[in-house]
């Protein structure tokens, strides 16, 4: 069962342009989206994080969109440059009270293959 | 460096043998998980730990795996008679503790099967 979807697979843009991957959850009682950033060979890197009450964060050149009642986000990457080219992973997990022993596990969506030509 | 470290980065084995990874959280973070992530897929969790005890499993994690986190501080996981279906890059993460969600990620272990 996959749980967080996540479009594109691959995307292309020109160093500048905006960068846009979106991801699209099922489980209702998930309570955070973060995204990750992964190089080759390299473990996942927080980028970002939003939590459902609100609609949009940025942090630098990386904005979060969050609509609740599509139960999608998608993640922006502004003046996109070489440097950001990498996979991207859109994640989401529920927030476990303290008397559960559940642990805030995370899922992920497929990835996006992110390539900014210079 | 005070990230989360991870050793071997590496590890090339013939199917049947055993391997053992280790994992050493961030030093104050109490919460310690395990994924796998294979190629072009995003990481898939295996287990968690709260502090020394092992409070969640994945149905991906077979009897031919195990977990421990003996002090609470280092985790190991452990692969019995390894199969050419368990190569992928074995990942642990740390967090602060319950109500802290932000996982940071080590740098993995690569595992071949052959």
């Known amino acids: 069962q996959q749980q967080v979807k996540q479009s594109p697979q691959s995307l292309i843009v020109q160093k500048g342009g905006i960068s846009i991957i979106n991801c699209a959850y099922e489980n209702t009682a998930f309570d955070y989206f973060p995204w990750y950033q992964q190089f080759p060979g390299k473990g996942p890197a927080l980028l970002i994080a939003i939590r459902p009450d609100v609609s949009e964060k940025k942090e630098g050149r990386f904005t979060i969109s969050f609509n609740k009642s599509a139960k999608q986000f998608s993640l922006h990457i502004m003046d996109s440059q070489p440097g950001d080219s990498a996979t991207y992973f859109c994640a989401a997990s529920k927030t476990s009270p303290p008397e559960e022993t559940s642990g805030s596990r995370l899922t992920f969506g497929e990835g996006t293959q992110l390539t900014v030509n210079p | 460096d005070t990230g989360v470290s991870q050793d071997p980065r590496h590890k090339i084995t013939k199917r049947g043998q055993n391997v053992t990874f280790r994992c050493d959280p961030i030093?104050?973070?109490?919460?310690l998980y395990w994924y796998r992530q294979t190629l072009g897929q995003g990481p898939e969790f295996l287990t968690y730990?709260?502090?020394?005890?092992?409070?969640?499993k994945s149905r991906l994690l077979s009897d031919r795996f195990s977990a421990e986190r003996p002090k609470g501080s280092f985790s190991t996981l452990e692969i019995q008679r390894t199969e050419q279906g368990d190569s992928a890059m074995y990942l642990c993460?740390?967090?602060?503790?319950?109500?802290?969600?932000?996982?940071?990620f080590g740098p993995g272990t690569r595992l071949t099967v052959l």
């Open positions: 993460a740390s967090t602060l503790g319950r109500g802290y969600n932000e996982q940071f």
């Open positions: 730990f709260q502090n020394e005890a092992q409070l969640e």
């Open positions: 030093s104050e973070h109490n919460r």
